[in-house]
C-alpha cells in the first residue's frame, strides 16, 4: 500500500487511473494533431520533388530516381531538361516515349520540365545567338513537355543581370521587358498546339519581375491560359515574403517550388537554400496563402546538392519534411 497526502491508494487504482487518462488524451487527440509535429490542418496538394536533389547522372539512372521517389511517397518528380543526359534535345520522339513509359511503369506523375538552359542562353540576351539559342531551346522545351504528356513548364522569360555568370551582359529594365514579352509571346502558339502551359518563374535574383503585381501584369497582359505563374517561395524569401506573392498572385499559380531558404545566413548564392524546414520559412502561412488561393497542384521540393554520401537520406527527409506540412503526420 502507498500513501499520498493521507489517503490510501492501491498499486492497481493508481495504474487503473493513469489508464483512464490515457485513453481520454488519445481520444481528444483523434481530433486535433499535435502541431508539433505536423501541422493540425490537412491541405490537399501533391507531393514532388526536382531531379536535381538526386545524384544523377553520376550514380543513379533515371529509373532508379523515378523508383526511389516513389517508394519514399512521392507522387510525382520534376525532370530537367539539359543538353547532355536522358532528356535533352537528343532525345527524339522514341526516347522521350520510353521516359513517359518509365515513369507510368514506375507509378509516378512527372509533375512539370524545368531547365538551367534559361541561363547560359537567355531569351533577353544582348546576343542576338544567345537569344536565338534560347528561343530553339524553348521550344524543344514546349515539344518535349508535349511528347512526354506534361503540362507544366517552367520558363524564364528574361533577365537584367545573372550575378551568378560572368559572361552575361546587363540588359536594360526596359529593353528585358520588352524582349520577355516578345520571346513568350512567339512561344504561345506552340504551347497551345501541345497543351503546355507556360509557367512564368519569379527569380528576383535577375533583377526582372521583382514584385507580385509585376508578375501578375505580366502573366495578364498576354490574355493567354497558355501563361501562368511557376511559384517559389525560396526565390523571394531574402526581403520579400512567400505568402504576400502568393495572396496576390492566386488563381495565376498553375505550378509551385518549395524552396526553403534561411535569412540568418550570409552567403546568398545557391547555398542558402535549405533541406526542408531547416530554415526561416513560415511554412503554416505559405500553406494557408496557397489554399485560399485554391492551388491544388504538385508542390515540388528544389534543392540543388544530392548529399555526397547515402543521398536517399534527403529524399526521405524531403518526403517526411512534406507530410508534416500537409497535415498527413497526424
Not at 491541405?43 to 543513379?60: C, E, G, H, T, V
Not at 513568350?184 to 503546355?196: D, Q
Not at 485554391?294 to 537520406?313: K, N, Q, V, W
Request: charged share 25%; hydrophobic share 40%; with cysteine.
Amino acid at each position: 500500500m502507498d500513501t499520498f497526502d493521507g489517503h490510501e491508494v492501491t498499486r492497481r487504482a493508481a495504474l487503473g487511473a493513469a489508464l483512464a487518462a490515457g485513453v481520454g488524451a488519445c481520444a481528444s487527440g483523434q481530433d486535433r494533431a499535435d502541431p508539433r509535429r505536423s501541422s493540425p490542418k490537412r491541405y490537399d496538394m501533391k507531393k514532388s520533388i526536382n531531379l536535381w536533389a538526386f545524384p544523377y547522372p553520376k550514380k543513379m539512372t533515371l529509373e532508379e530516381c523515378l523508383r526511389l521517389a516513389r517508394a519514399a511517397g512521392f507522387d510525382g518528380v520534376e525532370l530537367n531538361y539539359d543538353l547532355e543526359n536522358d532528356l535533352s534535345p537528343r532525345a527524339g520522339p522514341a526516347e522521350l516515349k520510353a521516359i513517359r513509359a518509365t515513369a507510368d511503369r514506375v507509378g509516378i506523375a512527372i509533375s512539370g520540365l524545368c531547365s538551367f538552359l534559361f541561363w547560359p542562353y537567355p531569351l533577353t540576351s544582348n546576343d542576338p545567338a544567345k537569344r536565338s539559342r534560347g528561343m530553339e531551346l524553348a521550344g524543344r522545351m514546349v515539344e518535349a513537355c508535349g511528347a512526354l504528356g506534361v503540362e507544366n513548364l517552367l520558363v524564364v522569360p528574361g533577365a537584367v543581370s545573372i550575378p551568378w555568370r560572368d559572361d552575361h551582359e546587363p540588359v536594360p529594365n526596359d529593353v528585358c521587358d520588352r524582349r520577355a514579352k516578345e520571346a513568350v509571346r512567339s512561344l504561345i502558339p506552340l504551347a497551345e498546339r501541345h497543351k503546355v502551359s507556360l509557367n512564368i518563374e519569379n527569380i528576383f535574383f535577375n533583377g526582372y519581375l521583382m514584385t507580385p503585381q509585376e508578375m501578375a501584369d505580366f502573366v495578364d497582359g498576354f490574355g493567354s491560359d497558355r501563361v501562368a505563374v511557376h511559384f517559389d517561395t525560396g526565390n523571394i524569401a531574402l526581403f520579400q515574403h512567400p505568402e504576400h506573392w502568393i495572396a496576390y498572385l492566386g488563381k495565376r499559380i498553375r505550378n509551385t517550388h518549395l524552396k526553403e531558404f534561411n535569412r540568418k545566413g550570409t552567403d546568398h548564392s545557391l547555398e542558402c537554400f535549405r533541406p526542408l524546414l531547416d530554415g526561416t520559412t513560415n511554412w503554416p502561412a505559405v500553406m494557408d496563402a496557397l489554399e485560399v488561393a485554391g492551388y491544388r497542384g504538385f508542390l515540388t521540393f528544389e534543392y540543388f546538392h544530392p548529399y555526397a554520401h547515402y543521398p536517399e537520406a534527403l529524399i526521405y527527409h524531403t518526403s517526411d519534411a512534406l507530410d508534416r506540412i500537409l497535415g498527413r503526420k497526424g
